[in-house]
């Protein structure tokens, strides 16, 4: 399974942006999908995940309503439109794959990544 991330930029607090991460390979319906991201100096924290099959979505409390992440099952793609982004929200983001039957949070729950990309937050 082949992740690629995209959609990463600058952007002024309060401001939009929407990440897209489109899988290719032996993927599978049954995966969970997340987003994560890492700040400089800091372990990778979970953001968001969905199912491929169901609209079930979990998210990390920080970004609860403001954030979104949903999928395109035609293009195998995942998006999270990120909405009244914060300084703090400034982050490598990465999407990945896991084969997890629950809703994984931990790094360690995903078997595929993508590269990342990045989100730069202006104050």
């Known amino acids: 399974v082949q992740l690629q991330a995209s959609g990463g930029g600058l952007v002024q607090a309060g401001g939009s942006l929407r990440l897209s991460c489109a899988a290719s390979?032996?993927?599978?319906?049954?995966?969970?999908m997340g987003w994560f991201r890492q700040a400089p100096g800091k372990e990778r924290e979970f953001v968001a995940n969905i199912r491929w099959t169901t609209s079930n979505t979990y998210y990390a409390d920080s970004v609860r309503g403001r954030f979104t992440i949903s999928r395109d099952n035609a293009k195998k793609t995942v998006y999270l439109q990120m909405n009244n982004l914060k300084p703090e929200d400034t982050a490598v983001y990465y999407c990945?794959?896991?084969?997890?039957?629950?809703?994984?949070?931990?790094?360690?729950?995903?078997?595929?990544w993508g590269q990342g990309t990045l989100v730069t937050v202006s104050s």
């Open positions: 990945a794959a896991s084969i997890a039957t629950i809703y994984p949070t931990r790094p360690a729950e995903y078997n595929y």
């Open positions: 390979g032996r993927t599978s319906n049954s995966y969970i």
